[in-house]
């Protein structure tokens, strides 16, 4: 039923110019030879689709980074899925830079996963899966990264990666990337926790 989502470790993801790589993930989290993934991003504002109802914490957001190199610039979305509805949380980084307050913590990753859909513009889809605690209870968050396009130099404007500047065409082009997965993202999650 989710054949669209298949088990891919380590994740290597490459530059959409010269398909070297740029970032691996393994069971510490997204490394990038000590280098920066992202240099600046914002919240993809959009209306959630409807099977997301049970999961309005969702947070998605428009990344743009460079690679180390050739020096292109790619930007990519990125939407993290908590298996409970987790309040007050965002995602500051690739890296899950959590508001303690929100009592939120991760242990590890927990699995690494390839999207095998085809999706618009030529992107990939990857999954990083990771262990976390929520008020006393392990859940699990996964975060869906779609990426990398070239064309990140437009999305950088005079306040840096906004929404509100931009862009337009791009911003829209994340957005229905996020609603293109989320169904599948939530599927995915919901058999997680169908095993447990
Ligand atoms: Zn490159």
């Given at each position: 039923?989710?054949?669209?989502i298949?088990?891919?470790?380590p994740v290597i993801i490459d530059c959409p110019k010269c398909r070297k790589q740029v970032w691996s993930v393994t069971n510490e989290g997204i490394e990038?030879?000590?280098?920066t993934i992202a240099d600046d991003g914002d919240t993809i504002r959009m209306r959630m689709p409807h099977p997301l109802t049970a999961w309005t914490q969702i947070d998605?957001?428009?990344l743009v980074g460079t690679c180390h190199h050739c020096g292109q610039r790619y930007w990519?979305?990125?939407a993290a899925y908590p298996s409970v509805p987790v309040a007050n949380w965002?995602?500051?980084t690739p890296q899950f830079n959590f508001d303690e307050q929100g009592g939120l913590s991760f242990s590890r990753v927990n699995g690494t996963f390839h999207g095998t859909d085809?999706?618009?513009g030529g992107g990939t889809w990857y999954v990083v899966r990771y262990n976390a605690s929520w008020q006393g209870a392990e859940i699990i968050i996964d975060q869906h990264i779609v990426g990398l396009h070239v064309n990140g130099k437009s999305m950088i404007g005079g306040n840096g990666v906004s929404s509100c500047g931009g862009n337009a065409a791009i911003w829209s082009s994340a957005a229905k990337l996020v609603?293109?997965?989320t169904p599948k993202a939530v599927a995915f999650l919901a058999e997680s926790r169908a095993a447990s």
């Open positions: 039923m989710f054949s669209s298949t088990a891919a470790a990038s030879d000590g280098r998605q957001l428009l990519y979305a990125e965002t995602i500051g085809q999706l618009p609603e293109m997965i």
